[in-house]
């Protein structure tokens, strides 16, 4: 009992200091969301990467193509789904 | 002590001892050392002074009287040690108490203490306590308080206040609380003219001539017809005795003094006729017994419970049991029964009795402190059934008979039913109280939680209304305390601002918890205060404190104060200055002032360096009371600089610039308390001034210091030095000038024995000669106090020894010329031998001034080798220990002085000592044996290695910690420096004692074990090592298989792997769950240690792996997973990622496991895989669980994904799975170019 109690406790601090981790009730949205930003903010912290995308993407600038990465971030997987009941 | 010896030492310094009469010495020695071993033993069994060898074996001998103590072994004389002759007269036998001293006779008489002075602690108030009688007492907050502490039951929980920024109709309002404390102020002002007054009367009716005729006529005739207060008064006022008083005359106050109960009623307006002051006689005290604030009954939201107003007056006064109503079966008892045909009637309906005291109004207790009464410890009501221990809806609980008082209601059995909502609200916080105050953990907890999550509802004032009393309570333990603390700071957070009512209520109760002496206490009383304030906000907290800032009460000043200084902290030092400053500069009152700069006093002592920004204003808030016509004010306003000084160190002396000379000028002026405050403040001062102001500043103070010097007040005394190593290490004061003005002064007047008897005085005397020793060198301290060294009083012999050797320490000797360096060391050996308590600060002081000489102790090695030696003959244990200790220290330097030979010898000695039977000493000597055997180097070492050896042997078996550690630690350095000088079976021999080693306690010794193992088979080829330690990984004992298996592991990193692998795996045939398992765990140890050198090894151990990672035997696969994660690890890049994956694809059907160890070592090993092999493949594993229908199988799966986030989120981006969707789909990463 006390045990679950810790892992509880461990699994929430955990979900504090870092947002992608999940855990056994993560819902498909919340889990493609966390993927699709996790992916851009990679992108965005290679530059190299980067370059090589808004080139081969026939963006403008490598700018561009960072500014896009950072927006897509916001609801990158569409509007979160219905709440039923 | 010894007249002769002393005398000796005394007159010739540092005499250097020709090396023939040290050799004569060494002679001595040895015949002495085997004459006490021989005595020692009284010819036990287990030695033979013959070779002075122990025996070992553990048969009895055949040619051997077994018992011999009785028929002695022939080549002891039995009687050695005791006199073997009977003296004639009686005189004889004083030499024997001190024989082993000095032989002379005493001329000086002996005395003893008193027989009063021995039983001092016997009788009387400092006799000691009964144990069991004071234990319950002990857990009681109220009985470990100071009277100054005590003073909190003196205040009473005020009035309701009303809430300025919310329902301002209920309470108080602000002005009527100014106006009581007006009152209160003036009711305390007459009462001290009357005691005066009284005090004053009773000096006339005696005594004729100490009335002081002259300042009665003046008061009479300065008077017009009214009654002055005596001038002679103004001598004895009270500094709390309001200043005003001999202004105020005229009519009205004239009357005051003499005011009776018939003056009353004719007041001077109708509101003063239920409020005024009343002159309290002795007579009317007993209703009223609030004390300073407005007391008992009179609008008290929350009545006062009886045990509180009643307990006032001390255990054991309270008779108020005699005149509580009889109970049922006293009656019975007393009045005649049914037998004698009487009969009990049944109550009238409609008639309810008076239930529990909790409903009356404060009882008048029955009588005060006079008279005469018997002492009735224990209430005979309150024993015995009448005390439940189960409450109805509550449970089981412990219960003290003050508890009853509060939570009586519970047990009155009233129908529920009936009651009305706020009644049932009621018994429902008492219930949650109780469990919270008494219950067990679980019950608390849960009650806990109730009370915060309902704390709206069941409203402030009803929580309140029961939690406060609770703490005011006489009885009250810490534990109870700060379960009710706990609880009245989680409702604080829920009520937020409907506290406000009841804000000064909770700082009456709470307040006290700021000068409890333990610091928690502390802590817990500032937190509840920072958050009260943050929840009923500034205006409201400075409009309830504010009254008691000129609070007549000092006791109440000084406590509001510091919680000003908590609500500063917590809303912010500029919110708080403007009112900060308007209170420093109160007209009104002298008391506010001081308030308010001991506010400013506390803020930084509360918030540290945190103060820096808002110094200035905190300065110029202050800054004018330094010249203030109040002395209290003058000094807490420099103890407020000093506090402020000392936060800012080393920055701010800008914001002080204003209040120097202010500051200065005051500490000529001053005398006394005053000066000392105002020294204290420039001592703070002057370290944050640069160069040239300092020098100019301390030179301004010094006088001042120098005439203090001579100060007999303690306190003085202490600031003095204080302020002296202050000053002193300021930069800008030079040495020269220290030199010129101060040295002397302060030598004459602070080294002097007395200093070194009050522990207090003692390190701050040695602390500031420390300091003035960094500015003016080693040698001028040195050379003025290594004459006490000498000095016939061992503490003062002792501050010396401290004072030089902190000295030496930090600035080394180069100083010291030669002629002082003979008398010090002189000084150093004189003090040494005479100590009469062996104390570590003459040993550290000893070692540290021989360091630090270094090759010029040449000289003197000699007889400080002849001292050492006959200090480890003596008879008392600790002596011997402290000179085994001082060879270690000193060993280096001997070694530098090219004394090898001397070593030798000291060596030799020692090991005859080895037969030491104090563990302690024989750590010591073991220790001191191997400071040589470092610096000597093992081929030079006297004895030699091969005796020494198996000396050791025998003395790894002692259990004391003190002796393994040393011996391990010699054992193993022979090992490693000079294995060759024993021979192998030695070595093993060794080995077998050492496997008892791996179960030491201490660490140290483990690992020193350990390592040794490593030495040892270096030197003797694993294969002997290792066979041992495989058969001891047999042993039943965990924690000797543990260390076992570190030790292979050790060997094999010693020894290189391939040596000792082999064996292991084959070990690992033997069908036995112990044996593999150590197995298993010295193959984890062994790759650990490895480290990358396992690439050679990894496919040789796979098939094993294999194996064990399919064991039925979960133990098995959990070490097992140890194994491949240090493997994993340790080929990290390295090429062998096929083998990591093939047991990966063992390991991974154990993540199901639900055993926390195995589950743990199963993902880390997992864990280590991963890195081993690359994110990626690993992560093709995991995708396939993560949702999974079942739940038992997402658990497990979200755990590896979540390690894998945490430890490389960035590499997992190429590697997730592709979507089905379409904002799923992530084309950045399909670009092709």
């Known amino acids: ?85 | 002590m010894s007249d002769g010896m002393s005398s000796s030492h005394a007159e010739a310094p540092a005499k250097k001892v020709p090396n023939a009469s040290l050799t004569a010495d060494f002679e001595t020695i040895k015949r002495l050392q085997q004459e006490r071993n021989a005595a020692g033993k009284k010819g036990s069994k287990t030695f033979d002074p013959s070779t002075q060898r122990t025996n070992n074996s553990t048969k009895a001998s055949l040619t051997e009287a077994f018992d011999t103590e009785l028929y002695g072994n022939g080549a002891v004389d039995k009687y050695a040690g005791y006199n073997t002759s009977i003296a004639v007269n009686d005189d004889d036998d004083q030499d024997m108490d001190d024989a082993d001293g000095d032989d002379g006779r005493r001329l000086v008489g002996q005395y003893t203490a008193t027989k009063e002075q021995m039983n001092e602690y016997a009788h009387g108030d400092t006799a000691e306590e009964d144990i069991l009688l004071g234990r319950e007492k002990q857990a009681q907050i109220a009985s470990r308080e100071s009277d100054y502490q005590k003073k909190r039951f003196n205040r009473a929980l005020s009035p309701t206040r009303a809430d300025a920024f919310g329902d301002a109709k209920n309470g108080q309002s602000f002005k009527e609380i100014m106006q009581a404390r007006e009152l209160d102020r003036e009711e305390e002002r007459v009462r001290k003219l009357i005691e005066d007054k009284q005090a004053k009367g009773e000096d006339m009716d005696g005594v004729e001539e100490h009335k002081p005729t002259l300042a009665i006529e003046d008061g009479q005739t300065n008077g017009d017809g009214a009654v002055q207060p005596p001038a002679g008064r103004q001598r004895k006022r009270r500094w709390d005795v309001s200043s005003e008083t001999p202004a105020t005359n005229g009519a009205a106050d004239g009357e005051k003094p003499k005011r009776s109960r018939w003056d009353e009623a004719a007041g001077p307006d109708g509101a003063a006729a239920d409020s005024a002051p009343k002159k309290r006689s002795r007579w009317d005290l007993a209703p009223s017994l609030g004390g300073a604030t407005p007391a008992a009954g009179a609008g008290l939201a929350t009545p006062m419970h009886p045990s509180q107003s009643s307990g006032a007056f001390g255990f054991g006064t309270d008779i108020s049991g005699r005149n509580a109503p009889l109970s049922d079966e006293e009656l019975d008892e007393m009045l005649p029964g049914e037998a004698e045909g009487y009969k009990i009637l049944p109550f009238p309906p409609g008639y309810e009795p008076t239930r529990a005291p909790a409903h009356r109004v404060a009882q008048t207790p029955a009588s005060l402190a006079g008279g005469f009464m018997m002492q009735q410890p224990v209430d005979p009501r309150s024993m015995g059934k009448d005390l439940p221990s189960e409450l109805p809806g509550v449970g089981e609980l412990r219960l003290k008979p003050e508890d009853m008082a509060y939570f009586g209601k519970l047990v009155d059995g009233a129908d529920e039913n009936e009651m009305s909502v706020d009644e049932l609200k009621e018994r429902k916080i008492m219930r949650l109280l109780i469990k919270v105050k008494n219950g067990t953990p679980p019950m608390r907890k849960t009650a806990l939680r109730q009370l915060t999550d309902n704390a709206r509802t069941f409203g402030a004032g009803p929580l309140f209304d029961q939690i406060l009393p609770l703490l005011m309570e006489k009885t009250l333990e810490d534990q109870e305390r700060h379960l009710l603390v706990k609880v009245i700071d989680r409702i604080l957070y829920k009520l937020d601002d409907l506290v406000r009512p009841y804000t000064h209520k909770i700082l009456v109760v709470i307040e006290p918890l700021l000068i409890d002496q333990d610091y928690y206490a502390r802590v817990e009383g500032r937190e509840i205060i920072s958050n009260l304030a943050k929840a009923a906000g500034l205006a409201h907290m400075i409009s309830t404190m504010r009254p008691d800032i000129d609070h007549a009460d000092e006791y109440v000043r000084n406590t509001t104060a510091r919680a000003f200084a908590v609500v500063a902290s917590a809303l912010g030092i500029p919110a708080l200055l403007p009112f900060l400053r308007a209170v420093c500069r109160s007209k009104k009152s002298w008391q506010a002032r001081h308030t308010g700069v001991k506010i400013v006093q506390q803020i930084p002592i509360l918030m540290g360096c945190a103060v820096l920004p808002h110094l200035k204003g905190l300065v110029d808030c202050i800054g004018q009371n330094l010249n203030d016509e109040q002395t209290k004010v003058r000094t807490v306003t420099a103890l407020a600089i000093a506090a402020l000084a000392e936060a800012a160190s080393p920055y701010g002396i800008e914001s002080f610039e204003d209040i120097l000379n202010n500051l200065w000028s005051g500490a000529r002026k001053q005398r006394g308390k005053g000066l000392a405050g105002f020294l204290k403040a420039v001592g703070y001062v002057v370290p944050l001034m640069d160069e040239e102001f300092a020098n100019y500043y301390v030179s301004q103070i010094m006088e001042i210091l120098l005439r203090e010097f001579s100060s007999p007040d303690e306190e003085m005394k202490k600031v003095v030095l204080k302020v002296l190593s202050q000053c002193a290490n300021t930069n800008g004061v030079t040495a020269g000038y220290l030199k010129e003005t101060v040295l002397d002064d302060f030598f004459k007047s602070f080294w002097v024995r007395r200093m070194a008897l009050d522990k207090r005085n003692y390190m701050q005397v040695v602390e500031t000669t420390c300091d003035l020793g960094r500015k003016v060198g080693c040698g001028e301290i040195v050379e003025r106090i290594v004459g006490n060294l000498k000095d016939e009083s061992e503490a003062y012999r002792k501050m010396t020894m401290e004072t030089i050797e902190k000295t030496i320490a930090t600035l080394g000797a180069a100083d010291i010329g030669e002629r002082l360096e003979e008398r010090l060391v002189d000084g150093i050996l004189f003090a040494f031998q005479e100590q009469s308590v062996e104390d570590i600060i003459m040993l550290n002081g000893f070692g540290t001034i021989v360091n630090a000489l270094d090759t010029r102790c040449k000289i003197y090695l000699p007889q400080i080798c002849s001292t050492i030696l006959w200090r480890l003959n003596n008879k008392s244990a600790t002596v011997r220990q402290q000179a085994a200790d001082l060879i270690s220290r000193i060993a280096v330097v001997m070694k530098h002085c090219g004394e090898d030979a001397l070593m030798g010898k000291l060596g030799v000695v020692l090991y005859e000592y080895l037969g030491e039977e104090y563990p302690e000493v024989l750590g010591s000597i073991l220790g001191a044996l191997r400071s040589i055997v470092t610096v000597v180097g093992i081929n030079q070492m006297q004895p030699p290695i091969k005796d020494l050896l198996p000396r050791l042997t025998p003395i790894l078996r002692n259990r004391h910690e003190k002796v393994q550690e040393n011996t391990i630690d010699l054992v193993g350095r022979i090992a490693d420096r000079g294995p060759e000088s024993i021979n192998a079976r030695e070595w093993m021999r060794i080995c077998f004692e050492l496997l008892d080693m791996l179960k030491a306690h201490k660490k140290g010794i483990r690992r020193a074990a350990n390592n040794t193992f490593g030495f040892i088979a270096k030197a003797i080829g694993p294969q002997d090592v290792l066979a041992t330690l495989l058969n001891n990984l047999r042993v039943q004992e965990r924690q000797s298989r543990v260390c076992t298996a570190v030790a292979i592991g050790i060997v094999a990193e010693t020894c290189a792997p391939f040596t000792v692998l082999p064996a292991l795996m084959n070990e690992y045939r033997v069908p036995e769950l112990n044996v593999q398992n150590g197995v298993l765990k010295s193959l984890s140890f062994l790759f650990e240690y490895i480290g990358e050198m396992a690439k050679d090894y990894v496919y040789a151990v796979t098939p094993l792996l294999e194996d064990a990672l399919i064991d039925r035997d979960q133990v098995h696969r959990q070490t097992a997973a140890s194994v491949v994660k240090h493997v994993a690890l340790g080929v990290v890049g390295l090429g062998c990622e096929d083998a990591m994956l093939h047991l990966l694809n063992l390991l991974y059907p154990n993540i199901f496991e639900t055993s926390p160890h195995v589950i743990d070592r199963m993902i880390e090993a997992i864990d280590a895989v991963r890195v081993a092999v690359g994110t990626g493949v690993v992560m093709n594993y995991v995708w396939a669980g993560l949702f999974h229908p079942a739940r038992k199988v997402r658990v497990p799966y979200w755990r590896l994904y979540n390690d894998a986030y945490v430890q490389s989120a960035d590499a997992m981006v190429p590697y997730y799975p592709d979507l089905e969707g379409d904002m799923l789909k992530r084309d950045e990463l399909m670009a092709f170019f």
């Open chain 1, 1 to 85: 009992m006390a045990d679950k109690l810790r892992t509880t406790q461990q699994l929430e601090a955990l979900q504090n200091k870092y947002i992608g981790t999940g855990h056994a009730d993560t819902t498909k949205f919340e889990w493609t969301s966390n993927i699709a930003r996790d992916s851009y903010a990679s992108y965005v912290g290679h530059p190299p990467l980067l370059q090589y995308m808004s080139l081969a993407l026939g963006d403008a600038s490598r700018e561009e193509t960072r500014v896009r990465c950072i927006e897509g971030m916001v609801r990158p997987v569409g509007p979160p789904p219905e709440v039923q009941d």
